[in-house]
C-alpha cells in the first residue's frame, strides 16, 4: 500500500486507476493537493477526505457512491471538484467551517433536497455549479451579503419559484445559469445591475509558499504517465479545472484560468412577460439564451447594442412585431435563432454575418418573409420596413424633424433676404430712386395696357 505521509502534492488524474480510494489516504497529513480525477474509481467516498488539511480535492469524473459526509470542514480547502459521480442525499451546511472555499462543482450527481443556503451567504465563494442532479423547491432568497460570486450554474434541475432580485446584487457574477428548471414569473429588470464590476483578481487562488517547498509524488519510473507542474506556479495545476457552459448551441468546457464567457441563461423554465427593454446595458455578455419560456412582446431594440454576443437564442416563445435591424451590428455573432414565435415582417436577410444563418433560425413565424426563407415579401420586396413599433415611432419622427429643419431653412433665408433688401433701400438714396422710378414706370404701362384692352372689349361688344 502507497505511504502518503510524506507527499503534499498527489496528481494521479487522466489514468486508468480504478479500486476503492484507500482510507489511509486521509492520514497525509501533509497533502494539500489531491486529484485523482478522470479515473475509473468506485465504492463509497470516504467521509473521513473532509478532515484533512487538503487545499483541492478533485476527484471528478469516476464512479464513487455514498453521500455527502458532514465532517466536511476543512478550514484551507479552496477548491472542491466531486462532479460525474453518483453521489446521492442531499448537500450538508458543512460549508460554514470551511472558510476559504472558493470554488465547488457537484454537478452530475444524483444528489437531491433543497438548494443549500450555506452556498449562498459564503463571501469566499468564486464557483457554484450543481447542475444536472435532483435539487428541488423554490430558488431561494438570501439576506444579500458582500459576495464575490463570478458563477452560478444550476441547470438541469427541478428548482421552481421567481428568480430572486438578489441576483441583482452579485456585481462580479458574470455566469448565471439557470435553465432547465421549473423557474416562473418575470425576468426581473434589475437583472442589469448584476455583473456590472469586472474584478481585477485571476480566477485561481495561488498556493502558498510553504506547499512548493513540500514533495510531490512523481510516477516518471513507472507505467502511470505524470505530467510536470511547476511548482512555483501553482496556476498550472488549477488550470486542469474548468466550467462546463452551454454556449452557440454546443457544450463546451472552458478553463477557469481563460474563461473569458460571460453569460445569461435562463431557458427551458416558465417564465413570461416581457424581454426587459434595458437589456441592452448588459454590454458584457457573450451569451443571451432565453429560449423555450412563454416570453411575450416585441424584441427590445436595445439588444442591438450588446455588441460582444456570439450567440443569441430567443427561439421557442411568443414574442411579436419585426425582427430589428439593429442586430446587423453585432458582427461577433455565430449562433442566432428567433424560430419558433410571432414574428413578422422581413428577416435580416443577408445582411453581415447574418448570411451565415439558415432558415432553421427563422422557422415557425408565418409571417416572416425573405431569405434565407422561401416566403417573399413583394410588394414590400427591398423597401426597409421598420423593425419595431419602437423604430416606425422613430421613424415618424424623424421625418418630422427633417421637415421643420427645411421650414426654418426658407423662413430664415426669407427673412434675411427681406430686411437686407430693406437695409440697401434705407441706406442708398440712389437705389431708392432707382426703384421709385421703375416702379411708376411699370405702374404705367401696366395701367396703359390695362385701359386700352378695356376699349378693345367694350368696342367689340357694340360691333355685336
Known amino acids: 500500500m502507497m505511504d502518503f505521509e510524506y507527499y503534499s502534492y498527489l496528481l494521479l488524474n487522466h489514468n ?160 448565471l445559469d439557470l435553465s432547465h428548471n421549473n423557474l416562473s414569473g418575470q425576468i426581473p429588470p434589475c437583472i442589469i445591475h448584476m455583473g456590472l464590476e469586472k474584478s481585477d483578481s485571476p480566477w485561481y487562488i495561488p498556493f502558498s509558499s510553504e506547499y512548493s517547498a513540500r514533495r510531490e509524488l512523481n510516477f516518471n519510473n513507472t507505467h502511470l504517465p505524470f505530467e510536470q507542474y511547476d511548482l512555483n506556479d501553482p496556476s498550472e495545476i488549477f488550470a486542469n479545472s474548468g466550467l462546463e457552459l452551454v454556449s452557440k448551441g454546443r457544450l463546451d468546457t472552458y478553463m477557469f484560468k481563460l474563461l473569458l464567457e460571460c453569460v445569461l441563461d435562463l431557458s427551458s423554465n416558465e417564465l413570461v412577460g416581457q424581454i426587459p427593454k434595458e437589456i441592452g446595458q448588459m454590454s458584457w455578455l457573450t451569451t443571451l439564451n432565453l429560449s423555450n419560456n412563454y416570453l411575450t412582446g416585441s424584441i427590445p431594440d436595445s439588444v442591438s447594442k450588446l455588441r460582444q454576443l456570439e450567440s443569441l437564442d430567443l427561439s421557442h416563445n411568443a414574442l411579436t412585431g419585426h425582427i430589428p435591424r439593429g442586430l446587423t451590428k453585432l458582427t461577433y455573432l ?39 426563407l422561401s416566403q417573399s415579401c413583394f410588394p414590400y420586396h427591398d423597401k426597409e420596413l421598420p423593425s419595431s413599433p419602437n423604430e416606425a415611432g422613430d ?70
Open 16 to 175: 486508468y486507476i480504478s479500486g476503492e480510494l484507500p482510507l489511509s489516504i486521509c492520514n497525509a497529513s501533509l497533502l494539500r493537493v489531491l486529484d485523482i480525477s478522470n479515473n475509473e474509481l468506485s465504492g463509497i467516498l470516504p467521509g473521513c477526505l473532509g478532515r484533512t488539511m487538503y487545499g483541492m480535492l478533485k476527484l471528478s469524473t469516476n464512479h464513487l457512491e455514498g453521500s455527502l459526509s458532514n465532517e466536511f470542514y476543512s478550514p484551507v480547502m479552496w477548491l472542491l471538484d466531486l462532479s460525474d459521480n453518483k453521489l446521492s442525499g442531499s448537500i450538508p451546511p458543512f460549508f460554514n467551517y470551511t472558510y476559504d472555499l472558493q470554488n465547488i462543482d457537484l454537478s452530475q450527481n444524483n444528489l437531491s433536497g433543497k438548494f443549500p443556503m450555506a452556498l449562498l451567504n459564503f463571501s469566499s465563494l468564486e464557483s457554484i455549479n450543481i447542475r444536472k442532479n435532483h435539487l428541488f423547491g423554490e430558488f431561494p432568497s438570501w439576506n444579500g451579503k458582500e459576495s464575490n460570486l463570478r458563477a452560478l450554474v444550476i441547470r438541469d434541475n427541478m428548482f421552481g419559484g421567481h428568480i430572486p432580485e438578489q441576483i441583482c446584487k452579485l456585481k462580479y457574477l458574470r455566469i
Open 334 to 372: 455565430a449562433a442566432f435563432s428567433v424560430a419558433y414565435n410571432n414574428l413578422s415582417g422581413p428577416t435580416l436577410d443577408a445582411q453581415n454575418q447574418f448570411g451565415t444563418f439558415d432558415n432553421t433560425s427563422y422557422e415557425g413565424n408565418p409571417n416572416l418573409c425573405g431569405p434565407p
Open 395 to 464: 421613424h415618424q419622427s424623424d421625418e418630422s424633424i427633417d421637415f421643420l429643419i427645411l421650414f426654418g431653412s426658407f423662413a430664415l433665408f426669407f427673412v434675411v433676404s427681406f430686411w437686407g433688401f430693406m437695409a440697401v433701400l434705407y441706406f442708398k438714396r440712389t437705389c431708392r430712386f432707382a426703384l421709385f422710378t421703375l416702379v411708376d414706370e411699370f405702374g404705367d404701362m401696366i395701367y396703359v395696357r390695362v385701359v386700352l384692352s378695356v376699349r378693345k372689349i367694350r368696342a367689340a361688344r357694340r360691333d355685336n
